[in-house]
């Protein structure tokens, strides 16, 4: 089952059962939360009442991603979500408005206007969302998004990630049957994703802090 199986299955199976119901797949539970009202529940009381799956750290530790809010616990999750915190307050979010309506009229220019073009609405949304996270947490300037948080190898790594992580948390198998498996290049093309997403985020983050201390040294330059 690839992603858009998956996704597809998923929005199926929430009109069939409702709020909340539970996947068995081989050994493995999950619990699927298909209301909006339900799931700001589940968010707001975490993460004392509500965690992850393990197995979802152990599917990301494999591929080299570290400590973040997407597999943090617990107490370690509050204390990275209370640093977060802050760039989300009204005047950090009015910032940076000009650039979400600035992205928001580039994706409407890439939809056809003419009523019968059929596009990939996922696809588009996806590169969307990408695009403005890449220019507001990084810093990425709009003629730099060409290099690699703009085109469709980003949306291939993502691919990537989601057919590891379905394969990985849902079959559980054990480390020595999991890498000789059908399903191992999963997490060989997962984790060469991870090293691209890492080294454009370090690449635009040095960029950044280069561009602040020429600003700060022409700051000095102009006082004195």
């Known amino acids: 089952m690839g992603p858009a199986d998956f996704l597809t299955s998923l929005s199926k199976w929430n009109k069939k059962h409702g709020a909340y119901y539970d996947i068995f797949m081989l050994w493995s539970r999950m619990r699927v939360i298909g209301d909006p009202k339900l799931g700001r529940e589940v968010m707001a009381k975490r993460p004392k009442i509500f965690r992850r799956g393990r197995r979802m750290q152990v599917s990301f530790n494999y591929i080299g991603v570290g400590c973040s809010l997407t597999v943090a616990e617990g107490a370690e999750w509050a204390h990275l979500r209370r640093l977060a915190a802050p760039q989300f307050s009204k005047m950090n979010l009015r910032s940076v408005f000009p650039i979400l309506l600035e992205e928001t009229q580039l994706l409407a220019d890439r939809i056809p206007g003419d009523g019968t073009t059929v596009v990939q609405a996922d696809r ?9 996270i890449g220019r507001i947490s990084l ?29 990985h948390l849902f079959y559980a198998l054990p480390d020595w049957t999991w890498k000789y498996s059908s399903s191992y290049p999963l997490e060989i093309a997962a984790r060469q994703a991870n090293q691209r997403i890492e080294h454009a985020c370090v690449k635009h983050i040095k960029a950044v802090r280069e561009r602040m201390k020429v600003a700060e040294a022409t700051q000095d330059t102009q006082s004195h």
């Open 139 to 167: 810093g990425i300037k709009l003629a730099d998004m060409d290099e690699y948080f703009g085109t469709d190898l980003l949306l291939e790594d993502l691919d990537s990630f989601v057919a590891y992580l379905i394969e």
């Open 124 to 132: 588009l949304f996806t590169q969307y969302t990408a695009r403005t």
